[in-house]
């Protein structure tokens, strides 16, 4: 019964494909040196997963895979995941692949099993096909199995063995067990805390090139931990990260800019990197941003462009955006005045413990009708119960 299901979807497989080649070639993105296909430009982590190049004819790979080739199986299972419509095809594909021990398929099965993903989640099934991918030196899979033991999942929580599968899948160069480790000396789990270690080890990522290591490396020099304080290396690696659009590294660039540490005060440089990390959502940098346009730091005074800022961050429930955003409109900067959108947010902002808002409050309260400090009083009720429901 099962043989017959098997080659009822092989039947099925022949017909789409022979219907569909246009598919084949949507999925490229990058080719490595050893002929592994991503679906990014990113190498070695395991966001992202390498495929073995289908031949050019889908019919030689169709035949391929009647034949019971591993590496067809798995490319097939790979074009079809994303139809709705053949998602058990593909998980049959990929299963059939994992047996004939195809380590891609053995982890992306595993994958299936922790997620759920067209398969019933289970966590022993997981850690069974990382461990028989992991057996065949993926790194992804020993890095996996690592978070396994970490986590607790499938297995009996073991820091240990955890540490050994981090190092395993190192030793291969692969950067999300370094992470994971660093992390590990960073809070002392399974190892005593060590920070001259995890400096070590986001190091050697940093060096790579990877923005999320040298975003924590530069704090680890700007605060002297791990290594001795160093406003030049935390500036060379908060630039390195920034420069790869690392919106915190942005951020904090800004803020050595506009404080003047270990560099000349430059407002325009401020301005130009919390610009940056404002248009990815960067709160911390919206705010900064607000306040630069405010004061004309950096750039020419605009109360209009300051209160677009505070008005995004406010609505985000953000305390001194609200503040400000009430001060706004308490003196007409930017928007019409408008003494009850001024109680509003100031409102807001007292009940979030600002004590400037409080005072500001209360002078508003003197310019306004008892009939207007109610209606404002209900509009900052029925904002917060909003707020409150997300």
């Not at 003494?339 to 509003?344: I, L, N, V, Y």
Request: proline letters at 2%; glycine letters at 6%.
């Amino acid at each position: 019964m099962y043989k017959l299901r098997q080659n009822i979807w092989l039947v099925v497989l022949i017909f789409y494909f022979v219907i569909s080649q246009s598919a084949i070639s949507k999925i490229y993105k990058y080719t490595d040196d050893e002929g592994r296909t991503y679906y990014a430009d990113e190498q070695k982590t395991c966001s992202y997963k390498p495929i073995i190049n289908l031949p050019k004819n889908i019919n030689q790979t169709l035949k391929l895979a009647k034949n019971e080739n591993p590496e067809a199986f798995y490319e097939l299972a790979n074009l079809l995941e994303d139809r709705e419509n053949y998602k058990d095809a593909a998980i049959l594909l990929l299963r059939k692949a994992a047996e004939h021990n195809h380590q891609y398929a053995q982890y992306d099965l595993g994958e299936k099993y922790l997620n759920g993903g067209g398969v019933e989640k289970d966590y022993q099934e997981a850690v069974n096909w990382y461990r028989k991918a992991a057996g065949q030196n993926y790194p992804c899979a020993k890095f996996k199995l690592g978070l396994m033991y970490f986590n607790g999942q499938g297995v009996e929580q073991d820091y240990k063995q955890a540490i050994f599968w981090f190092h395993k899948a190192i030793e291969l160069d692969n950067p999300d067990a370094q992470f994971k480790l660093a992390e590990m000396y960073a809070k002392g789990q399974g190892v005593s805390q060590d920070f001259k270690q995890v400096a070590f080890l986001y190091r050697k990522l940093a060096e790579k090139g990877n923005p999320n290591s040298q975003l924590l490396l530069a704090d680890m020099y700007a605060r002297g931990e791990g290594v001795e304080k160093d406003v030049k290396q935390a500036l060379f690696w908060y630039q390195k990260a920034s420069e790869q659009d690392n919106p915190e590294a942005q951020f904090k660039l800004g803020e050595i800019y506009n404080e003047g540490r270990g560099v000349n005060q430059g407002y325009k440089q401020a301005f130009f990197w919390y610009s940056k990390s404002a248009k990815q959502g960067y709160s911390l940098a919206q705010f900064k941003l607000g306040v630069m346009l405010n004061n004309g730091q950096g750039i020419a005074q605009n109360y209009k462009e300051a209160v677009f800022w505070y008005s995004k961050l406010a609505e985000q429930n953000y305390l001194s955006a609200q503040y400000n955003l009430g001060l706004m409109y308490l003196k007409g900067l930017g928007v019409a005045q408008n003494f009850m959108e001024a109680h509003k947010w100031f409102n807001l902002a007292a009940r979030n413990g600002d004590l400037s808002a409080i005072k500001n409050k209360s002078i508003t309260e003197k310019r306004m009708t008892p009939e207007q400090i109610v209606e404002a009083q209900e509009s900052a009720n029925k904002w917060q119960a909003e707020f409150d429901k997300k």
